[in-house]
Nanobody, 123 residues
Framework: QVQLVESGGGLVQAGGSLRLSCAAS????????MGWYRQGPGKQRELVAR???????NYADSLKGRFTISRDNAKNTVYLQMNSLKPEDTAVYYC?????????????????WGQGTQVTVSS
């Protein structure tokens, strides 16, 4: 029953900033790689950024320099700081994580998705 819940989305003007948060909850043993994906209207879901447990980050080339991913392991939370937002950044942003959790048979690792949070950037 691991769940990921995103927050922080909203409506902003071009050039503005938003900070997204994704908190994991449930019978968590550990969280490995966490990441952000987005899906704009009429488009396929694409990778925004990922961060490993050791802290290694990976960004989509077009977003590197504007977006920053970080995590707080004590809070089971990953963040996405988005600066200099553009209208083309408008999308539903989804949190994703590889989570090792407690089960009746010990521990298992699975990949989870949040429900998404809407980010709308106006011209």
């Amino acid at each position: 029953q691991v769940q990921l819940v995103e927050s922080g989305g909203g409506l902003v003007q071009a050039g503005g900033s938003l900070r997204l948060s994704c908190a994991a909850s449930g019978s968590i043993s550990s969280i490995n790689t966490m990441g952000w994906y987005r899906q704009g209207p009429g488009k396929q879901r694409e990778l925004v950024a990922r961060i490993t447990s050791p802290g290694t980050t990976n960004y989509a080339d077009s977003l590197k320099g504007r977006f920053t991913i970080s995590r707080d392991n004590a809070k089971n939370t990953v963040y996405l700081q988005m600066n200099s937002l553009k209208p083309e950044d408008t999308a539903v942003y989804y949190c994703n994580a590889d989570v090792t959790y407690y089960s009746g048979y010990g521990r298992r690792t699975n990949n989870y998705w949040g429900q998404g949070t809407q980010v709308t950037v106006s011209s």
